[in-house]
């Protein structure tokens, strides 16, 4: 069973639409929630992180969290086409005196000129 | 400011030869280091973990096994490299931002064959 689970896409937006990703968890435990961007051969870079209920904006990134529904998402508005690429969701939980972080399989999107 | 250097890049491998990947960091002392494996079309999977200097925690039973000679100096090994280990390796540090977070190096790309 998937601890983390994600629409693996390809999503597909046009140049300055709103592109919305979600994430589901299982483990009620979590405590932190990232959001990692991955374009094709490159490694993960760290987007977004976010802890509290509620929404967590970052220029043109907005995080929102619901823990009563273990529901993650990413929100990109004016969404270019260098914003295409596969968006790992991902959620950290204390594990043996350590934070576990588990990763989502991703979504790809596309941006569309 | 951090960095965390990966090398090689890219390798290729056939079934039955040795491996060594090399990760190290620079900027910051006794970090949390990782070792994940990405297989293609699959999520992030962790494969090793190290607190400090000689201390290894193992979180999948497989071909592979990890050392920590150095501070910041995290290595994958295999003595018989098989087909279901070609992917891409990636070595995390544990960053902190208000919480626990993993900052990814660029990678290795290999390929058994």
């Known amino acids: 069973q998937k601890e983390v689970e994600q629409n693996s896409g390809p999503l597909s937006v046009p140049e300055g639409a709103i592109a919305s990703l979600n994430c589901t968890y299982s483990?009620?435990?979590?405590?932190?929630f990232f959001w990692y961007r991955q374009y094709s051969g490159k490694s993960p870079e760290l987007i977004m992180f976010?802890?509290?209920?509620g929404d967590k904006e970052d220029g043109r990134f907005t995080a929102q969290l619901n823990k009563a529904s273990q529901y993650v998402s990413l929100l990109i508005r004016d969404s270019q086409p260098s914003d295409s690429a596969t968006y790992l969701c991902?959620?950290?939980?204390?594990?043996?005196?350590?934070?576990?972080?588990?990763f989502g399989t991703g979504t790809k999107l596309q941006v569309i000129p | 400011s951090q960095t965390i250097h990966q090398w090689p890049a890219t390798l290729v491998q056939p079934v039955g030869s040795p491996l060594s990947l090399e990760c190290t960091v620079e900027?910051?002392?006794?970090?949390?280091l990782y070792w994940y494996r990405q297989a293609a079309g699959r999520g992030l999977q962790l494969l090793f973990y190290?607190?400090?200097?000689?201390?290894i925690s193992s979180e999948v039973p497989q071909n592979l096994s990890a050392s920590r000679p150095q501070d910041r100096q995290f290595i994958l090994s295999s003595k018989k490299l098989l087909l279901s280990d070609s992917g891409f390796y990636l070595c995390?540090?544990?960053?902190?931002?208000?919480?626990?977070?993993?900052?990814f190096g660029p990678g290795t790309r290999l390929l058994v064959l």
């Open positions: 190290s607190v400090g200097i000689g201390q």
């Open positions: 976010i802890y509290s209920n």
């Open positions: 900027g910051t002392s006794n970090p949390n």
């Open positions: 991902a959620v950290g939980a204390l594990s043996g005196g350590y934070q576990k972080v588990t």
């Open positions: 483990d009620r435990g979590s405590q932190s």
């Open positions: 995390a540090w544990r960053g902190f931002q208000g919480r626990e977070t993993q900052y």
